[in-house]
């Protein structure tokens, strides 16, 4: 008896080691079992500000020297937002701002973040820089070749989005898309092609009779 027991006691453990190497084995299996990635592009966003000694009359020409240098460091780019706090609202300032942005190609917005108080006699300048990443990639999770839901890996998407997030100029047209501020270019384009197509054919009064002599 004391055998037998023995004997199925070892058996019973040697099925719960085979049973739990199997549940193991089947640790990571893929679970998405829809056609899109979990691992999407994230838009985060960061104020940077810089404060101004300024009047009524705009803001001195040290002042201005500042605020450039600050551009250069902080490297303004194409898809920063740029806006202006002045409590005075004074066109000089404004104006001087601007053309110190128009350098970097940049053109000052109307919507300004909220930043905090900014008292007279100080000018706020705001940069919003916005990034896009993707969380948790690469994802090497999946530690089986088992695969009975037919999902997809958890690596899926990773590749194609982190690109997609580190190639994009603007990350927020990730939210969304740009705006049709190519009206002009796209109705002068359509112009010229109107009035090439509206043109009256040339041979459609008939051809000049022309002969060899001279008149």
């Known amino acids: 008896m004391k055998h037998a027991s023995s004997s199925l006691a070892r058996r019973g453990a040697m099925a719960a080691l085979a049973l739990g190497l199997a549940l193991s084995g089947c640790a990571g299996m893929p679970t998405n079992r829809s056609m899109y990635s979990v ?45 202006i706090e002045d409590p005075l609202q ?44 993707v969380h948790g990639c690469p994802n090497w999770s999946a530690h089986s070749d088992a695969n009975f ?6 690596n899926f998407g990773c590749g194609v989005n982190s690109n997609l997030a580190a190639m994009v ?11 049709a501020t190519g009206n002009t270019t796209i109705m002068s384009s359509n112009k010229a092609i109107g009035t090439f197509r509206d043109q009256v054919p040339t041979g459609a009064n008939g051809v000049k009779a022309v002969g060899s002599k001279g008149n």
Not at 104 to 130: F, H, I, K, Q
Not at 149 to 154: A, D, Q
């Open 169 to 179: 100029a603007d990350p927020d047209h990730l939210i969304k898309g740009d705006d």
């Open 90 to 133: 004074s066109p000089g300032t404004r104006a001087a701002i601007e053309a110190l942005a128009s350098k970097y190609g940049m053109m000052v917005g109307e919507d300004v973040p909220v930043t905090g108080p900014v008292l007279a006699g100080t000018t706020r300048v705001v940069v919003t820089r916005s990034k896009a990443v």
């Open 39 to 83: 691992h999407e592009p994230v838009v985060e966003k960061a104020n940077y500000t810089f404060d101004l000694s300024s009047n009524e009359a705009g803001i001195s020409y040290p002042e201005q020297q500042r605020l450039a240098g600050w551009f250069e460091a902080i490297g303004l780019r194409y898809g920063d937002k740029l806006a």
């Open 149 to 154: 839901v037919n999902g997809l890996s958890p």
